[in-house]
């Protein structure tokens, strides 16, 4: 498919912003309902390789007036207003913040940037739901890295630390993450200096309880939600494995029904006044048996496509809602879980061999008990037979690192 046929589609185009597998789940949705898919990325990842999908490089979103200038020049050139998702914050907040420019072409699939900030600025979130019985960690807010300092002694330790807006901060700082965990006073000083070496202080950081257990205590709902804060289709699982193994990125997890986290997601949507797709993370903690809030991403997650897993077209029925203006009765979840989800190959690698390369020998395991932690139906997230290219492209990236 070559996108100047998609330019002049007698129907609505899905858009894609992103290439990465949370992208691949997106396109290979809508390709089960012969929907062709345009990705823009400023740099070419596995699902620009998927058949169903064309993809067409933009410019970075961090360059903002390029970036919007591109888009508006683009959505000229459709018969239709393409309908557009975005993959991660990078794309999400340049393309809310200017929702007005952009909806002249485009059709928005996400709630507006006033919504937007609320749910990517943490501090913001914890703020909006405190008091609203919806279970939140401890946490204090600080504006600075002095202000951490002074309130050190207050701190609860052990804690994690994390800036109350995440975009690019890892980028800043690769070697610490978004994510840091402060074991004690020490800890806490020798991170400052880090980030004052780094010309990084006058950020606000959430200091948050750091609750006790692994990946497996995170749990996700993805939803989709309309413009009443109605839950139209949900999925909730948790996490089996990430990297880094302490506070990254899923490689595996499981399809898995609690009745719990759905009643406070559909508080949370409302309260947020939320719509559109969205994942919402919690962690089990085991010292008073409760789900504490972590964050809500308003955009698919990485793992979208384990909602595919369940039968349920999540990004079509998103084009439904939002194109053509059809809402569908609440699709239960309840008999279509213990379902695993997983970038096999990678998750095989982390666990066998990659962690303990990489300095997490804890989190290693043998191939027995690497097969133990997968049991279940399985849902591959990347290898397909009948759209093969996309591994072949994973292949060659984990090479080119190595």
Same mark, same amino acid.
Request: aromatic share 14%; glycine share 6%.
């Given at each position: 498919?070559?996108?100047? +046929? %998609?330019?002049?589609?007698?129907?609505?185009?899905?858009?894609?912003?992103?290439?990465?597998?949370?992208?691949?789940?997106?396109?290979?949705?809508?390709?089960?309902?012969?929907?062709?898919?345009?990705?823009?990325?400023?740099?070419?990842?596995?699902?620009?390789?998927?058949?169903?999908?064309?993809?067409?490089?933009?410019?970075?979103? %961090?360059?903002?007036?390029?970036?919007?200038? /591109?888009?508006?020049?683009?959505?000229? =050139? /459709?018969?239709?207003?393409?309908?557009?998702?975005?993959?991660?914050?990078?794309? &999400?907040?340049?393309?809310?913040?200017?929702?007005?420019?952009?909806?002249?072409?485009?059709?928005?699939?996400?709630?507006?940037?006033?919504?937007?900030?609320?749910?990517?600025?943490?501090?913001?979130?914890?703020?909006?739901?405190?008091?609203?019985?919806?279970?939140?960690?401890?946490?204090?807010?600080?504006?600075?890295?002095?202000?951490?300092?002074?309130?050190?002694?207050? #701190?609860?330790?052990?804690?994690?630390?994390?800036?109350?807006?995440?975009?690019? /901060?890892? =980028?800043?700082?690769?070697?610490?993450?978004?994510?840091?965990?402060?074991?004690?006073?020490?800890?806490?000083?020798?991170?400052?200096?880090?980030?004052?070496?780094?010309? #990084?202080?006058?950020?606000?950081?959430?200091?948050?309880?750091?609750?006790?257990?692994?990946?497996?205590?995170?749990?996700? #709902?993805?939803?989709?939600?309309?413009?009443?804060?109605?839950?139209?289709?949900?999925?909730?699982?948790?996490?089996?494995?990430?990297?880094?193994?302490?506070?990254?990125?899923?490689?595996?997890?499981?399809?898995?029904?609690?009745?719990?986290?759905?009643?406070?997601?559909?508080?949370?949507?409302?309260?947020? =006044?939320?719509?559109?797709?969205?994942?919402?993370?919690?962690?089990?903690?085991?010292?008073?048996?409760?789900?504490? &809030?972590?964050? #809500?991403?308003?955009?698919?997650?990485?793992? +979208?496509?384990?909602?595919?897993?369940?039968?349920?077209?999540?990004?079509?029925?998103?084009?439904?809602?939002?194109?053509?203006?059809?809402?569908?009765?609440?699709?239960?979840?309840?008999?279509?879980? +213990?379902?695993?989800?997983?970038? /096999?190959?990678?998750?095989?690698?982390?666990?066998?061999?990659?962690?303990?390369?990489?300095?997490? =020998?804890?989190?290693?395991?043998?191939?027995?008990?690497?097969? +133990?932690?997968?049991?279940?139906?399985?849902?591959?997230?990347?290898?397909?037979?009948?759209?093969?290219?996309?591994?072949?492209?994973?292949?060659?990236?984990?090479?080119?690192?190595?």
């Amino acid at each position: 498919m070559k996108i100047s +046929n %998609l330019y002049r589609s007698i129907q609505s185009v899905p858009i894609v912003f992103g290439s990465g597998i949370n992208a691949l789940g997106l396109v290979r949705s809508f390709g089960l309902d012969d929907k062709y898919v345009v990705i823009y990325d400023y740099r070419k990842d596995i699902a620009c390789c998927s058949k169903y999908a064309v993809w067409k490089q933009c410019p970075n979103p %961090l360059d903002k007036d390029s970036f919007i200038t /591109f888009l508006e020049s683009e959505g000229q =050139k /459709f018969h239709f207003k393409p309908f557009i998702l975005v993959t991660n914050d990078e794309w &999400l907040i340049p393309i809310s913040k200017n929702e007005q420019r952009l909806s002249k072409y485009y059709i928005f699939s996400m709630s507006s940037w006033n919504v937007i900030e609320n749910c990517t600025i943490k501090k913001n979130l914890y703020h909006i739901l405190e008091g609203k019985n919806i279970t939140l960690p401890w946490y204090i807010v600080c504006s600075s890295i002095d202000e951490l300092l002074i309130r050190k002694l207050e #701190i609860q330790y052990p804690v994690i630390i994390k800036p109350s807006v995440t975009i690019d /901060f890892d =980028k800043l700082l690769p070697s610490i993450g978004r994510n840091c965990e402060i074991h004690s006073v020490k800890d806490l000083e020798q991170y400052a200096q880090v980030l004052y070496s780094a010309g #990084i202080s006058g950020v606000d950081f959430i200091v948050q309880e750091l609750i006790p257990g692994g990946a497996e205590n995170l749990y996700t #709902i993805t939803t989709l939600s309309d413009k009443n804060g109605d839950i139209i289709a949900y999925s909730i699982g948790h996490k089996i494995r990430q990297f880094p193994p302490n506070a990254g990125t899923i490689v595996s997890g499981e399809v898995i029904y609690v009745e719990k986290l759905y009643d406070e997601v559909v508080q949370i949507i409302r309260e947020l =006044k939320f719509f559109g797709i969205a994942n919402t993370e919690f962690k089990y903690d085991s010292r008073d048996q409760r789900y504490k &809030l972590i964050e #809500i991403n308003p955009r698919p997650g990485k793992w +979208n496509s384990s909602v595919l897993a369940t039968g349920i077209n999540l990004p079509q029925l998103a084009y439904n809602l939002f194109v053509l203006h059809e809402k569908p009765s609440v699709i239960p979840i309840c008999n279509k879980c +213990n379902i695993i989800w997983a970038d /096999f190959f990678t998750d095989a690698y982390y666990a066998l061999f990659g962690y303990g390369r990489k300095g997490y =020998k804890i989190y290693a395991m043998s191939l027995k008990e690497y097969i +133990n932690s997968i049991k279940g139906k399985k849902y591959e997230a990347v290898f397909k037979w009948n759209d093969l290219k996309p591994f072949i492209r994973m292949l060659y990236n984990h090479l080119r690192r190595l």
